[in-house]
């Protein structure tokens, strides 16, 4: 099996962090999001994976640490050059796949049945996530056991069964031809391909998809999504932090409030943090309070009460500002 990951988009709306570094590259937990994704999809034994990658130095960021940090895997790198959508990014990887075939995108965290995952049945599997409001999300609707329409964000509730951006395809080769038929047809939407699109003009022709339920479904495409601070069902970062809390740096006259991640080097002095926060390497927190928080690497944090906040790196806040998105090198005095 090949593994291919679409990562093209700009990243929008997670900026300012984005305007220094591709969204799966944002750490978490001591962990950018990419290598969250990779070190579980490592159970499905790929032969390759593929990553789909925009021009510029974004690209070339996610190629330099995958190369570092997994150095024995087999890996191909493409450019999507033109921002035309998810159908016409997986269309560059035709040329080179020769296997069944997972996508995922990269701003996905999920847990599910690999084992059915490797050989659904039918021509392939796209995983789902029940949702109460499915006005939110692009949705499945089966009969059968298959999967008969995908419909995108439903005024009414023709299914629960949310798509969460992970699919299995037998043979790749019929996804390939109904992605062309998409494109010579020109059925773009905002200047943009849909690979439910394509996928829909597979089963239109009598192709065989099967909905598979992921247990857990977790997204990091917005700031509100990766810290929780809208609530359920998307809480990334507590998520993360129930499998890799751990307490790394020293803790000086301060009350940690599990689960938290304190990374090496980290400093914690005169403070209360906790619940739901990542203390990245080498980031100080002194006479503070911060809650469901992620604060990056080498960042201060000094005489602040913080709460919902996104901090990048090298940063450094003082004063009592209670929510803050900021990137790397900033600097905030209140």
């Known amino acids: 099996m090949q593994v291919l990951l679409p990562m093209g988009g ?4 997670v900026r300012p962090h984005t305007h220094v570094r591709p969204k799966p590259l944002m750490t978490i937990a001591g962990k950018p999001i990419l290598q969250h994704i990779l070190d579980d999809l490592l159970a499905l034994a790929p032969s390759e994976v593929i990553f789909i990658t925009t021009p510029g130095p974004h690209g070339e960021q996610v190629r330099q640490f995958v190369r570092a940090t997994y150095p024995e895997l087999p890996a191909r790198y493409l450019v999507q050059e ?3 959508g998810q159908a ?3 269309a560059l990887a035709e040329p080179f796949v020769r296997e069944p075939l997972f996508i995922m995108f990269s701003d996905t965290l999920f847990e599910a049945d690999l084992e059915t995952l490797k050989r659904p049945p039918g021509d392939g599997a796209v995983v789902t996530h029940h949702v109460d409001d499915p006005s939110r999300f692009g949705v499945v609707v089966t009969k059968d056991g298959r999967i008969v329409r995908f419909v995108e964000k439903p005024r009414e509730p023709v299914s629960h069964d949310a798509i969460i951006g992970i699919y299995v395809l037998n043979d790749p080769d019929k996804l390939f031809r109904a992605i062309h038929a998409l494109l010579t047809r020109g ?3 905002n200047g943009e391909y849909f690979l439910a699109d394509a996928l829909q003009l597979l089963v239109d022709e009598g192709g065989h998809l099967v909905a598979v339920p992921a247990t857990v ?3 990091t495409g917005t700031i509100e999504a990766i810290l929780g601070s809208a609530g359920p069902p998307f ?3 507590h998520y993360l932090l129930a499998r890799h809390a751990a307490l790394h740096g020293t803790c000086e006259r301060s009350v940690i409030v599990p689960p938290v991640y304190l990374g090496p080097g980290a400093i914690v002095s005169e403070s209360v943090v906790g619940p739901y926060v990542s203390v990245e390497a080498g980031a100080a927190i002194h006479r503070s309070v911060v809650r469901q928080s992620i604060i990056g690497r080498n960042t201060q944090v000094q005489d602040a009460q913080l709460e919902h906040s ?3 790196e090298e ?3 003082r004063g009592r500002p209670s929510a803050l998105n900021i990137s790397d090198h900033s600097h905030v005095t209140t």
């Not at 700009?10 to 709306?13: D, Q």
Request: proline share 0%; hydrophobic share 50%.
């Open 88 to 90: 016409h990014a997986i």
């Open 10 to 13: 700009r990243g929008t709306r």
């Open 187 to 189: 059925n773009a939407r």
């Open 217 to 219: 479904w977790q997204d």
């Open 235 to 237: 809480q990334a970062l």
């Open 82 to 84: 033109q921002a035309l």
């Open 315 to 317: 940063a450094r806040v």
């Open 310 to 312: 996104l901090i990048g």
